[in-house]
């Protein structure tokens, strides 16, 4: 009986001795939002969507690779910038259509950190 005693006052000791101290780390964000022109999602003027700046981010981010959806067509990019042949292919098929750039990845200037982009939805219009 003293065993059982002895045991009962040491065990609670064993299973609920000192507490587990627990750090949470605060992480970055890995994702920023993107604008074209400053332009994240509504309507967008045709020769803004392919002007010179391209997609763009953060001041200290540049964007790498998009994907981008119009029509029936999807094209990977390779850099900031529609090139001249889907500029003019979105010109043609795509006025009042919505296109979506998404998959936007980017790298920061100095230190090469990896981030993601949210995506763009933008319907395309035109002065006439």
């Known amino acids: ?18 507490p587990e101290h627990i ?3 605060k ?3 890995t994702a920023f939002f993107g ?6 999602d509504g309507e967008i003027n045709y020769s803004l969507l392919c002007d010179e700046s391209g997609i763009s981010c953060s001041a200290d981010y540049i ?3 998009f ?9 990977i990019i390779y850099g900031k910038n529609l090139p001249d042949t889907i500029c003019r292919d979105i010109g043609n098929c795509c006025q009042n259509d919505m296109i979506f750039c998404t998959n936007i990845t980017g790298f920061h ?20």
């Open 1 to 18: 009986m003293k065993k059982l005693l002895v045991l009962s006052l040491v065990f609670p000791f064993f299973c609920f001795g000192q």
């Open 109 to 128: 200037k100095t230190n090469g950190e990896r981030i993601f982009v949210y995506p763009l939805n933008l319907i395309i219009t035109k002065d006439d």
């Open 23 to 25: 750090r949470i780390k």
């Open 67 to 75: 994907t981008v959806r119009y029509g029936q067509k999807e094209c």
């Open 27 to 29: 992480e970055k964000p």
């Open 35 to 40: 604008n074209i022109a400053g332009y994240t």
């Open 63 to 65: 964007v790498d690779q």
